[in-house]
């Protein structure tokens, strides 16, 4: 079964720096998609981005990237500019190709210190 | 959340009663899921449903019910409900390949 693997449960940043986030993952496959999710004090669960392993590019929303690394199944999210309110939990997930589901990591905490 | 409606948003049982939580999409996804999510544990998926008429357990299944009589509405029933069920949970749809839309969750206690 996949897993994915958020090694670090908490973080803080100061406003405007530079933050990055970590996820590893485990497939012996080659057709998945991963994802960020943000989750705000608020609790609503926000789609941050969202990346195809097929695709060697790297995604990008505005502050927010990612680093694939195929080969050593690392995700990470980097977070440019840092804002007060980026401070949230923040969910790696990933979806197998022609599996029915996304397989979560635990999270990380992040807060954002004026 | 727009698409994505839970009800209702917050809820105090006392052991053993039951309740029903209700997740509305007007998406019009096949696939539904049902999670929980508790500090430290992240999101654990409760059980899920592929289309109209169909659902299947996930990794934390016990102690829950759910059906999907309509293609737009999936429901969660705790028919004994415990302190360990205290939770918050949250419901999601879309094709998984293009990730979750998620409701905005409804956070239970159990006392």
């Known amino acids: 079964a996949q897993t994915v693997t958020q090694s670090q449960p908490e973080m803080s940043v100061q406003e405007a720096e530079t933050v990055t986030l970590s996820c590893t993952y485990d497939t012996s496959e080659n057709n998945y998609y991963l994802f960020w999710y943000k989750q705000p004090p608020s609790r609503q669960m926000i789609l941050v981005i969202r990346q195809e392993a097929y695709k060697q590019q790297n995604a990008t929303e505005n502050r927010f990237s990612v680093n694939f690394q195929k080969a050593a199944k690392s995700f990470s999210l980097k977070i440019s500019d840092s804002q007060l309110g980026d401070t949230a939990m923040y969910f790696c997930?990933?979806?197998?190709?022609?599996?029915?589901?996304?397989?979560f990591g635990k999270g990380t905490k992040l807060t954002v210190n004026p | 959340n727009a698409g994505v409606t839970q009800t209702p948003k917050f809820r105090v049982l006392k052991t053993g009663q039951s309740m029903t939580l209700l997740c509305a999409q007007d998406m019009n996804h096949e696939y539904m899921y049902w999670y929980r999510q508790d500090p430290g544990m992240g999101l654990r998926l409760i059980h899920y449903?592929?289309?109209?008429?169909?659902?299947a357990k996930g990794e934390v299944p016990d102690g829950y019910n759910v059906s999907r009589l309509k293609k737009q509405n999936f429901l969660l029933g705790l028919e004994s409900a415990a302190p360990s069920q205290t939770s918050v949970y949250f419901c999601a749809t879309s094709p998984p390949v293009y990730g979750y839309t998620f409701g905005s969750g409804t956070r239970l206690t159990v006392v």
């Open positions: 997930a990933f979806y197998q190709g022609g599996s029915e589901k996304l397989v």
């Open positions: 449903s592929v289309g109209e008429g169909t659902t």
